[in-house]
T-cell receptor, first 114, second 115 residues
Framework: DTEVTQTPKHLVMGMTNKKSLKCEQH?????MYWYKQKAKKPPELMFV???????INESVPSRFSPECPNSSLLNLHLHALQPEDSALYLC?????????????FGDGTRLSIL | QKEVEQNSGPLSVPEGAIASLNCTYS??????FFWYRQYSGKSPELIMF????GDKEDGRFTAQLNKASQYVSLLIRDSQPSDSATYLC???????????????FGQGTILTVHP
């Protein structure tokens, strides 16, 4: 079990659906991250939140919309996704963005777009 | 383009042997280096992190860093079949730049430990 909790574990949605991925941590971490991972590839950074403010957006399409309601929660809102968006979506957190702080990953949400 | 390169695999070692995983990085300003283990279908799990030149040991794992050569490695002693996984090297961007806090991953090395 990890200290970063992601829900749901699996999600199947159509291209016209709207859904949200949730991530929660209670380690007091102030930096939270969304990654996308395709099979046999390393994780690719999507967004970084630092002290609840969006710090990095890696030119992610607008059909992905992040939200950080408070320091423990991170959401990823999904709308009008494409089949190529099917992947494992990973949330991570770290003490802060400082270089020495390791990121800890949740178990991920496996997303399939029909 | 900041890059992280790992030795191409897959790497196969017998049980009880030392597995050596290597990683080079292009950004000389990088300060923090991480090794993650990822089992098939699972999320990455932090194994080791290192900031200073030299060796850092934790149980059967030793991380080695040489900033002058821009090289970081992971040694796994007494390898076990349960160590079979993909190992990801990750380098963190230096402070102050636009990549501050960003982890750049290598492509990963698949390790198989056979009995």
């Amino acid at each position: 079990d990890t200290e970063v909790t992601q829900t749901p574990k699996h999600l199947v949605m159509g291209m016209t659906n709207k859904k949200s991925l949730k991530c929660e941590q209670h380690m007091g971490h102030r930096a939270m991250y969304w990654y996308k991972q395709k099979a046999k590839k390393p994780p690719e950074l999507m967004f970084v939140y630092s002290y609840e403010k969006l710090s990095i957006n890696e030119s992610v399409p607008s059909r992905f919309s992040p939200e950080c309601p408070n320091s423990s929660l991170l959401n990823l809102h999904l709308h009008a996704l494409q089949p190529e968006d099917s992947a494992l979506y990973l949330c991570a957190s770290s003490q802060d963005r400082a270089g020495g702080q390791p990121q800890h990953f949740g178990d991920g949400t496996r997303l399939s777009i029909l | 383009q900041k890059e992280v390169e790992q030795n191409s695999g897959p790497l196969s070692v017998p049980e009880g042997a030392i597995a050596s995983l290597n990683c080079t990085y292009s950004d000389r300003g990088s300060q923090s280096f991480f090794w993650y283990r990822q089992y098939s279908g699972k999320s990455p799990e932090l194994i080791m992190f290192i900031y200073s030149n030299g060796d850092k040991e934790d149980g059967r794992f030793t991380a080695q860093l040489n900033k002058a050569s821009q090289y970081v490695s992971l040694l796994i002693r007494d390898s076990q079949p349960s160590d079979s996984a993909t190992y990801l090297c990750a380098v963190k961007g230096d402070a102050g730049g636009t990549s501050y806090g960003k982890l750049t991953f290598g492509q990963g090395t698949i390790l198989t430990v056979h009995p």
